[in-house]
């Protein structure tokens, strides 16, 4: 297919069958007599049939390429949707995880203040039994101190107290009750927190 030469701009009757390497442009045999006559010059149709086909082979390299962009795109497009789905399901199965952990510590929470409330009232009930035996060894010795006589002076008041008419309760010891103490295992819950799962990422 021929390729339609232009008219030249300097000889409007003249066309341009040449094209002038130096100057970059194109020139009718008149142009080049007169003013390329010493530059490096092209025959134009030539030019044109020769660029016509790097065109046509840089067009087709070019349409491959947007093809195969295009097809990377939708590509990464799809592996878009299926990582958000994969962290989805990922973040799920860790909150369903986190979820079980909590449960389990709020049973074992449950757990131990169902125990230490236990034991609170086994102490409390026994320190109430050791004031209930105060209590009625403090009422012994307020009789035995009433039938103490008042007056040590003299003899009537000596002689009115009957020895061994009152035996005074002996005073218990108190029995020691241990205060509760609660030591979290920390270092466990270091260990927990850090063997929660494992996330390949």
Do not use: W
Not at 19 to 40: M, S
Not at 145 to 158: D, K, R
């Amino acid at each position: 297919m021929e390729i339609p030469l232009p008219k030249c701009k300097t000889h409007k009757d003249h066309q341009c069958e040449f094209y002038c390497l130096q100057c970059d442009a194109v020139i009718c045999g008149k142009c080049l007599v007169n003013f390329h006559n010493k530059h490096g010059v092209e025959d134009l149709e030539e030019l044109c049939l020769s660029r016509r086909k790097i065109i046509a082979t840089e067009r087709e390299t070019v349409k491959n390429a947007v093809s195969l962009y295009q097809h990377l795109a939708k590509e990464i497009g799809a592996e878009e949707e299926r990582i958000k789905e994969k962290y989805l399901i990922v973040e799920n199965e860790i909150r369903i995880h986190g979820e079980k952990l909590e449960e389990a510590a709020r049973k074992a929470k449950e757990e131990y203040i169902k125990r230490t409330r236990e034991r609170k009232i086994e102490d409390l009930k026994r320190l109430e039994e050791q004031r209930e035996t105060i209590r009625g060894n403090l009422e012994e010795a307020r009789k035995v101190e009433q039938a103490l006589p008042e007056s040590l002076n003299t003899c009537e008041g000596i002689l009115s107290f009957k020895v061994g008419a009152k035996i005074l309760p002996e005073v218990p010891k108190l029995q020691k009750i241990e205060h509760p103490e609660f030591v979290p295992n920390c270092d466990y819950l270091q260990e927990m927190v850090d063997k929660f799962g494992n996330l390949a990422i």
